[in-house]
């Protein structure tokens, strides 16, 4: 009977097959590593620069899923509750990414703080709910949602200190992008024992 590794629930076999497969294409692992560095460093080093990016971007995301959601809304089969929801919520994420094409950059700004706001109040509640379900990670889980919560607090009141987050956000791509970049070379060298051995 083959062993299970029970961190991936995969057998031996299977872990070679995926780690060969993955091999072919260590290539990819180190160049997505590479970019999200350098992103990482961009945001790190412009902050303020990356904030506005950060808002355009938004703005391009509420008026694309907009429009799919509305065309959503129109497929066969669609309850007419969830079509009235897709209806209802395309038209606002449509209309709220015109006007922010509409709005000068620190309106944007303003406004990429409110939604950051918003889905950190989200979460913060999701998690201190989810927290209350489980035992596993219970302290974590109420300490994450606290701390979401009070983020979302401080970005109402002050929509501009979403630049704080966003240069937190180029620290955490940073370290993303180099483990990214280690593991490309790890994957390349397990491949090359497993090939050997074989």
Request: positive net charge; hydrophobic residues 65%; without cysteine.
């Amino acid at each position: 009977m083959a062993q299970v590794d029970p961190m991936t629930g995969l057998t031996d076999d299977e872990e070679r097959a995926f780690v060969a497969g993955m091999a072919k294409n260590w290539w990819l692992l180190l160049l997505l590593g590479i970019v999200t560095l350098i992103v990482g460093v961009f945001l790190m080093l412009q902050p303020v620069v990356g904030t506005y990016v950060v808002a355009v971007l938004l703005a391009i995301y509420l008026v694309v899923s907009g429009i799919i959601s509305i065309v959503r809304g129109f497929g066969h089969g669609v309850p007419g509750g969830v079509r009235a929801l897709l209806f209802i919520g395309g038209a606002i994420g449509l209309l709220l990414g015109l006007l922010m094409f509409r709005f000068a950059p620190e309106e944007k700004v303003e406004l990429l703080g409110i939604f950051v706001a918003v889905w950190f109040l989200f979460s913060g509640i999701l998690q201190l709910i989810g927290a209350g379900s489980t035992k596993d990670g219970r302290g974590w889980a109420i300490f994450a949602g606290i701390v979401y919560i009070l983020a979302g607090i401080v970005l109402l009141i002050n929509p501009w200190a979403v630049g704080v987050f966003i240069w937190i956000a180029g620290i955490w791509l940073v370290v993303l992008g180099i483990f990214e970049i280690i593991s490309s070379f790890m994957v390349r060298s397990k491949a090359k024992k497993l090939a050997a051995a074989a």
